[in-house]
């Protein structure tokens, strides 16, 4: 039976002008009703494992040139870095699509949850998000933070979400690029999204919300996952998609504090969300036993291809795409930090994929060296991960999120060193994308060589170890590592063309330093940087 609450459709009216009846309005309802629901209205179907399993239709990733953010003067225009990923759009454009999705959603059945983005009391947003699709109400569910029955009675959301995943808009008339869009308003505490299906936006546009709200409250947001050892101390996964943040945080032997976006106050570490979104394509029960039983009745999982007889998953085909995903609750993890909350971390990880093949797979870097990367945020975008993206892809992405971050990246990078320098955490810059060649002739690293290259640094054990530095990187390379063969630490001697490596090598490093030179009062940074040979 569907729970109404008056005074929810109330709010729902008096927040987003629609006009739904009552026995329209779907409000608060568990995973298993969402389910039976989706069933019905053929959203989805029930893999052999229990798993939902929807297919988003033509986007099956992020569309970063169709997310656009309210240009309101003069507040949000000068604390916003407009970019070719923060698009800006007049408040009448705004209005025009809004309008629109009113008016196509006010006739519809509508699921509507509840609930909150931030572990910590003190900062957490309350986010009321009203989606058209069920299954798209059970990824919200498992994603973010339930509230209690004593919270939902006294809920207030600072924000509201509108998601018409059906709705195609026009960009000749609605001022936007594509049939899709990602609309923030800032000032109003709306998003609105349209076209649509792929449930990745709804969770990444309010983590961008976060994103810009919490430097103002001096709280360090970050694209990042978490995990805590047996001793209590925490350590950060900085990466994006396809780096390895959901797989690595993921260890059987610590505790998953979260998987992907973090807040860093004075308090220590809190996760924004109350789950997890991982990669599903190639998982396996061997390297990621914990993603892998996490993904059954309640998990909802993305573009997975099933046998069509079994409805068995088959989590190495690609044929829709390389991002198909599985979210689930974070209590799915056995080892979870259920509170979401960690004290100040004392390793701090970078992840990069690197496409070229030359960065080590793991190196130390000084707190100079820290900023410079992080500023930096090097990595490959990874096939399906965005949309158009079908191969590896060299990329830089400030902060390891610029996608998600509306600030300029140097008010990321001071609140990111002030705290590496506080609280003296470590820092590494860990490559676990390609050795022995560029992709197409080498090999991806081994996940359970980095597991133990990770392990290492987390235990301290690579604190004493004999570093030979990188010429051209200028990175310090440890020497050995338990369980990791001599040679694989050492990029060049993976190579079986050493004068092929050297020229990769140097055209990556030149990549770096045209990509520093655009950020501005970072000049002392430059030497501690790659250094290009000739």
């Known amino acids: 039976m569907t729970t109404t609450i008056p005074t929810v459709q109330k709010t729902i009216v008096a927040y987003t002008g629609l006009v739904n009846t009552a026995d329209k309005i779907h409000y608060q309802l568990p995973p298993a009703k969402l ?31 169709d997310r656009f953010i309210v240009d309101e003067f003069p507040t949000i225009h000068e604390t916003v870095d407009w970019n070719e990923v923060n698009h800006p759009i007049t408040p009448a454009v705004f209005d025009r699509v809004y309008s629109k999705v009113q008016a196509y959603l006010s006739d519809k059945d509508l699921y509507v949850f509840d609930g909150f983005c931030g572990a910590d009391l003190d900062y957490r947003l309350s986010v009321r998000f009203i989606t058209e699709r069920a299954s798209h109400n059970l ?9 209690t029955q004593e919270e939902l009675a006294n809920f207030d959301p600072n924000y509201t979400l509108l998601c018409a995943p059906n709705l195609r ?5 609605d001022g936007v690029h594509s049939e899709a869009a990602v609309l923030l308003d800032i000032e109003r505490k709306l998003v609105v999204i349209a076209g649509t299906g792929y449930a990745g936006e709804m969770k990444k546009s309010i983590f961008s919300l976060m994103n810009y709200l919490m430097p103002a409250a001096n709280v360090l947001p970050m694209h990042c996952s978490a995990n805590a050892g047996q001793d209590g101390k925490t350590a950060l996964f900085f990466g994006l998609s396809g780096t390895g943040k959901t797989t690595l945080s993921a ?29 599903a394509i190639r998982l396996s029960k061997e390297n990621e036993p914990e993603i892998y039983h996490a993904i059954r009745f309640g998990a909802l999982c993305e573009n997975v291809m099933l046998h069509p007889e079994t409805h068995q998953p088959n989590y190495d085909d690609d044929t829709l795409t390389e991002n198909s995903r599985v979210g689930y609750p974070i209590d799915y993890i056995p080892n979870a930090v259920l509170n979401g909350r960690g004290v100040h971390p004392s390793t701090v990880i970078f992840l990069t994929a690197d496409a070229f093949g030359v960065l080590p797979p793991i190196s130390k870097l000084t707190p100079q060296q820290a900023q410079y990367h992080f500023i930096s945020g090097y990595t490959s975008k990874l096939a399906g991960t965005e949309r158009g993206i079908t191969e590896p892809k060299a990329a830089f992405s400030a ?3 610029s996608p998600f971050m509306p600030r300029s990246a140097s ?5 990111l ?15 676990t994308g390609w050795v022995g060649g560029a992709y197409g002739v080498g090999h991806r690293m081994a996940i359970p060589y980095t597991r133990a290259m990770i392990r290492a640094a987390l235990s301290g054990a690579l604190a004493d170890v004999p570093t030979e530095v990188d010429p051209i990187f200028q990175l310090a390379i440890p020497t050995q590592c338990l369980g990791v063969p ?9 190579w079986s063309d050493k004068v092929a490596y050297d020229v990769a090598a140097n055209a990556l490093a030149l990549r770096f330093v045209e990509n520093f030179a655009r950020f501005q009062g970072v000049d002392e940074l430059i030497a501690v940087g790659p250094n290009p040979k000739g």
């Open 35 to 65: 389910i039976e629901l989706a069933l019905a209205n053929g959203e989805g179907t029930l893999a052999s494992n229990g798993a939902l399993v929807v297919y988003t239709g033509q986007y099956t990733g992020r569309s970063p040139n």
């Open 139 to 147: 990824f919200v569910h498992q994603l973010f933070i339930r509230p």
């Open 169 to 173: 808009l026009c960009p000749e008339t």
């Open 251 to 279: 260890d059987p032997e610590r505790y998953l504090i979260g998987d992907d976006e973090h807040g860093w106050s004075d308090n220590g570490i809190f996760n924004f969300e109350g789950g997890c979104y991982a990669k």
């Open 399 to 401: 902060c390891f999120g």
């Open 411 to 415: 008010v990321y990078a001071k609140l």
């Open 417 to 431: 060193m002030e705290r590496i320098n506080k609280h003296n955490a470590q820092v590494y810059l860990v490559n």
């Open 486 to 494: 001599v040679e694989q630490l050492n990029p060049k001697a993976m």
